[in-house]
């Protein structure tokens, strides 16, 4: 399984951008396909994700009203779309692969699994998102 992720840059805050990963190399048809970033000096964090499933979406608090993720089944393709970009929101943003079976349910203590890192199986290479205030 491969992820290929594109679409980071630099923008102002305010701003938008659009990241894309495309998967190949599988096939499952139940999965989970999420957005995690990693700043400086800080843990991975879990940003969105997206059940293959019936197309659940699923956001952080920080990207809840801001981010918008989707999907495309016929490419495997999924999308982030920023809106109102924060400085704070500045990290090498990874795209996730959890092939085994997507669970919207399933937690660790507080967390969904769909939020823990250790839930995905593969990761793609990560693309670079700055915003400048």
């Known amino acids: 399984v491969q992820l290929q992720a594109s679409g980071g840059g630099l923008v102002q805050a305010g701003g938008s951008l659009r990241l894309s990963c495309t998967a190949s190399?599988?096939?499952?048809?139940?999965?989970?396909l999420g957005w995690f970033r990693q700043a400086p000096g800080k843990e991975r964090e879990w940003v969105s994700c997206?059940?293959?499933?019936?197309?659940?979406?699923y956001y952080s608090d920080s990207a809840k009203g801001r981010f918008i993720i989707s999907r495309v089944d016929a490419t495997n393709t999924v999308y982030l779309q920023m809106n109102n970009l924060r400085p704070e929101d500045t990290a090498v943003y990874y795209c996730a692969g959890n092939m085994r079976g997507f669970s919207a349910t399933l937690k660790y203590g507080s967390t969904p699994y769909y939020a823990l890192p250790r839930d995905y199986d593969y990761w793609g290479q990560g693309t670079q998102v700055t915003v400048s205030s």
């Open positions: 190399g599988f096939t499952s048809h139940t999965y989970g």
């Open positions: 997206i059940s293959s499933i019936d197309d659940s979406t």
